[in-house]
Each structure stands twice: as structure tokens, then as C-alpha cells.
């Protein structure tokens, strides 16, 4: 196993996530014990010390399943984290209670690492709400041992990052975000990065493999990779990527099963990282697999300047590429949910006059149009 520097203690580079733990026939709630004892029991045997739960993974069942499992190991021997929930409107004003509740479904005495789950534009308001007091609670715990490590973790907008990091970024030991070679320019991963790393923060890594959408490409896609690395796999490739980023001191995988957690301890048993030439290639394949659907919006504004709506058009469009891309998924309705509904796509009202200015000739009205349709779909 590889181990990463952070501060005073080594970190195994990759972290078992528990969102996408095995379960049984009931469902995501229903976590397989055994299935998930005998990963756990692998994972320690191959160096893995590091565990990532939270209160809302498998319907606010996986904490308690790692806390039934990891008491049988030396609290010493792992690295525990979990999150607040902040993107729970019934919670957010519950800082104290859940976090007393969460150790005590963890069954242990305190956090190792401890998050700012989510941050995004839903949510924004109530983390920085002082009245609320999420971050001064968070703070006394780190105080008194309760949280070795606080961070963040995000899949909002930049704007909304530079809002949090503006506010507590003096306090964040860590980041962790959506990092995988689609999207370091899809999702702008790579500009995320760079605002984290500009306050010194090291980078977490969720979804490497992009919730599997990356574990398999065409047949054409492969072969170009194949014939860089005869040997590697299609998830090879994307770990090795992110042992490319120096920023990267932790990778969390959600694995499912046991060849998952045998196969990417294998990869993590020796570092690989990309070469240039094998970089451009996986990026070049990302902008064909992106370019099937994804609109060609390259945020100059001129629509901005001329939509009477004074909706933020290229951010829209952002979102649209990703949720036709990921076949839905929940980064678009968490964003447009933050909206008021004179900024939302159903506000366009069809003048043209953007698509008259845009140098790509996008059809934004019609993107508007299927956009509303399909999120009330």
C-alpha cells in the first residue's frame, strides 16, 4: 500500500468509502454484514487505515454498520471520518445533536476526520449562518479532541467554494472533492483544485471512477489506452491519474465488492502515475465522450448581456451539460434548487435574443426548454 504524508500521521493513499457498501435484497439499507466484515478485514490486512462514512450513506445505515464492524479493531490501528449533514434543511439547525449521535453510531469517542458535508449553493447560507453556530460547534470539538481534523467537502459551484473558503478557510485541514479525468475541465475540477490548493489545503478525491461510469469505455476508447498500457485497466487508468496530482493526498473509492477492494488495493500497492503523453490522451478521450452530448458553451457572457431575464446562462448550461451527460443524478436539481424561480430555466420566455449574440450557435431556448421539461420529468 502507498501512504501519504498528512501532517504528523501516514495515510494509506486509498480510503474505503462507505456510500456503495454490498447490500441484500432489501435494498440500499439492507448492508450485507458479512459481506462487508470480510472487505473491512481485507482492507486492514492490505494497509487500508482509513474509513469514510456518513450520516446520510445507505438511507443512515452505514455508520452504524462501520461502528459494529471497526469496534473489533485497536481504535489506533484506523482513521475514521464522517460528516455533518448540511444539506439536510431538517438537520442543519441539529449540529449538536447529530454529531453526538453519530459517535455514538460509530461507537467511538471521537472523529479523526470530520467534514462540512456538501457544501453547495442549497446550503451556503445555513454553513455560514453564525446564529446557527455549525462552524464554532465543529470548533469546540476540535478543541477538545473530539474532531483530530476538520474539512470540507463539495460539489457546489466555484462561486460558492470562494464564499465558504472566504469565510473559514483559515480552519480547513482538508478538502475533499470530485476529482477524475472527465471531469477535470467537465465539471472544472482542475480550477477547484487550484482555488483549494491556493490556501494551502491538501485535496481529498471522491468519485475517481465517477460512480463507475469510468470503470468501462467503448472498444475504440480502450484500445488507445490499451496500446499505452497493454496491461493497465480501464480503473487503473483513473487512479493512476490521480496519483498524478500532487495535491492528492487521499483517495476514496466506494467498492461494492471484493474483487473491487482486491483490485484497487492492487493498483494501490505501487504508485504508476501518468506521463504526459498518456494525460493528454485521457483528455482527449474525455472532451469525445463529453462532446456527444455537451453543449459548446465557453462562458464569454454575450447572452448574459442581452437575456432580459438576467438569467446566468453559461452556469445554466453548465448544469445542463452534466445532467444529460450523467443521465440525471442530483448536482443540477441541488444547484437550481438554491434558484429563485425568475432564475431557473423555466424563466426563459423565448426571445432569442441570446442565441442571436453567441459566437457557438447554441440553441439556448430550446436548451431551456427540454432543461425545464426534463427536471420536471
Same mark, same amino acid.
Given at each position: ?116 458535508? &456538501? ?40 462561486? @460558492? ?40 489545503? %491538501? ?53 461494492? &465488492? ?5 483490485? &484497487? ?30 453543449? %459548446? ?6 447572452? @448574459?448581456?442581452?437575456? %432580459? ?49 453567441? %459566437? ?18
Amino acid at each position: 500500500m502507498i501512504y501519504n504524508q498528512f501532517q504528523d500521521i501516514k495515510l494509506s493513499a486509498l480510503g474505503m468509502g462507505c456510500m456503495r457498501l454490498p447490500v441484500g435484497e432489501g435494498g440500499n439499507s439492507d448492508i450485507d454484514m458479512n459481506a462487508t466484515r470480510e472487505m473491512v478485514a481485507y482492507a486492514f490486512e492490505h494497509g487500508i487505515n482509513y474509513f469514510d462514512t456518513a450520516w446520510g450513506y445507505h438511507s443512515g445505515q452505514s455508520e452504524l454498520a462501520m461502528g459494529e464492524i471497526l469496534k473489533d479493531y485497536p481504535r489506533d490501528s484506523f482513521y475514521l471520518a464522517s460528516k455533518f449533514p448540511g444539506y439536510d434543511s431538517s438537520l442543519i439547525g441539529k449540529v449538536e445533536e447529530v454529531f453526538e449521535r453519530q459517535l455514538e453510531k460509530c461507537r467511538v469517542e471521537y472523529f479523526d476526520f470530520y467534514l462540512f458535508h &456538501n457544501v453547495c449553493e442549497s446550503n451556503i447560507d445555513g454553513y455560514l449562518d453564525e446564529s446557527l453556530g455549525i462552524h464554532k460547534y465543529l470548533m469546540e470539538q476540535k478543541k477538545n479532541g473530539r474532531i483530530r481534523h476538520l474539512g470540507f467537502s463539495t460539489h457546489g459551484s466555484m462561486e @460558492t467554494m470562494k464564499r465558504f473558503l472566504n469565510a473559514y478557510g483559515k480552519d480547513m485541514e482538508f478538502c475533499q472533492l470530485q476529482i477524475n479525468w472527465l471531469d477535470w475541465d467537465f465539471q472544472r475540477a482542475k480550477e477547484k483544485v487550484e482555488l483549494v490548493s491556493s490556501y494551502d489545503i %491538501p485535496i481529498w478525491v471522491m468519485e475517481p471512477v465517477r460512480g463507475g461510469k469510468l470503470a468501462s469505455l467503448s472498444p475504440e476508447h480502450e484500445q488507445r489506452l490499451k496500446a499505452l498500457r497493454p496491461d493497465a485497466t480501464v480503473v487503473e487508468w483513473a487512479f493512476r491519474f490521480l496519483q498524478s496530482l500532487p495535491e492528492v493526498k487521499m483517495t476514496l473509492s466506494g467498492m461494492s &465488492n471484493f474483487e473491487q477492494i482486491k483490485q &484497487n488495493i492492487d493498483t494501490y500497492s505501487s504508485s504508476k502515475p501518468l506521463t504526459g503523453k498518456e494525460t493528454d490522451e485521457l483528455f482527449a478521450i474525455a472532451a469525445e465522450m463529453t462532446a456527444k452530448t455537451a453543449l %459548446p458553451c465557453t462562458s464569454c457572457r454575450y447572452c @448574459t448581456e442581452h437575456c %432580459p431575464q438576467e438569467l446566468d446562462i453559461p452556469r445554466l448550461i453548465e448544469l445542463y451539460n452534466e445532467h444529460i451527460y450523467s443521465g440525471g443524478g442530483f448536482i443540477a436539481p441541488m444547484a437550481l434548487g438554491a434558484l429563485s424561480e425568475d432564475k431557473k430555466p423555466s424563466a426563459c420566455i423565448g426571445c432569442r435574443s441570446c442565441e442571436e449574440v453567441c %459566437p457557438q450557435n447554441i440553441k439556448i431556448s430550446e436548451m431551456m426548454a427540454d432543461f425545464s421539461s426534463k427536471l420536471k420529468g
